[in-house]
């Protein structure tokens, strides 16, 4: 079981052009998140989607979209890059169904926007 | 807004214990969540704490109150690995998580 898997690992990309991180999980869970970590401040979501066909914005949607067509992938889409979107990129998934619902982590994508 | 404070960064000796201070000011609570993460690694669920008082697992305890808005993570018999960044996060009144921006615990032999 790989749990929740991330692609890629690290990505240079150029300002102006467009980038999918994907983001795929096998717990059959409902609800995932992306969120995106910079130093000094926590984690801050992006995007959610609490079931398959749904998604919400969080924190700070600007400049990203999501989609999730079904319960196991969840891709992230920069439409045209810019420097500030340079970050480490987590997806992660929980059940969604529980009170106590504990979130579980992909391995991280590490952008860098020139 | 809402707002969870933590200390940026801790130090402590290996074989000690040490106890990390969370504060938080959230629009509603359902929870409140521990996580460690490593260096270049993703956070792992460490602890959930949704009534008052203390939770233990094995080296781990975490400590709720919630009319203070403040919990703690207490780490016993400290080893070298326990060295990581902790993060406290809280389930706001819309079941989001809200972040700690992380405590970075560096464990000294």
């Known amino acids: 079981i790989a749990g929740i898997t991330q692609a890629p690992t690290s990505q240079i990309l150029a300002a102006g052009r467009r980038m999918t991180l994907r983001c795929t999980q096998d717990m059959r869970h409902n609800a995932m998140y992306w969120y995106r970590q910079d130093l000094g401040l926590g984690l801050r979501l992006i995007h959610y989607s609490n079931t398959a066909g749904t998604t919400g914005k969080g924190e700070v949607p600007d400049g990203y979209s999501v989609s999730r067509a079904n319960t196991d992938d969840f891709p992230l889409t920069l439409a045209s890059a810019v420097p500030s979107q340079t970050s480490v990129y987590f997806c992660?998934?929980?059940?969604?169904?529980?009170?106590?619902?504990?979130?579980?982590f992909g391995p991280g994508t590490r952008l860098t926007v020139l | 807004g809402q707002n969870i404070d933590q200390p940026t960064e801790m130090t402590a000796t290996e074989g000690a214990i040490v106890q990390i201070n969370c504060t938080y000011q959230t629009s509603g609570f359902n929870g409140l969540f521990w996580y460690q993460q490593h260096a270049g690694e993703a956070p792992t669920f460490l602890s959930y704490?949704?009534l008052d008082g203390l939770e233990e697992k094995g080296r781990f305890s975490s400590f709720l109150s919630r009319s203070k808005g403040y919990s703690y993570l207490l780490l016993k018999e400290l080893q070298m690995k326990d060295s990581a960044s902790y993060l406290c996060?809280?389930?706001?009144?819309?079941?989001?998580?809200?972040w700690g921006a992380g405590t970075k615990l560096i464990i000294k032999p």
């Open positions: 996060a809280v389930l706001d009144s819309n079941y989001q998580l809200i």
């Open positions: 992660a998934s929980s059940d969604g169904t529980q009170d106590r619902d504990e979130q579980f």
């Open positions: 704490n949704v």
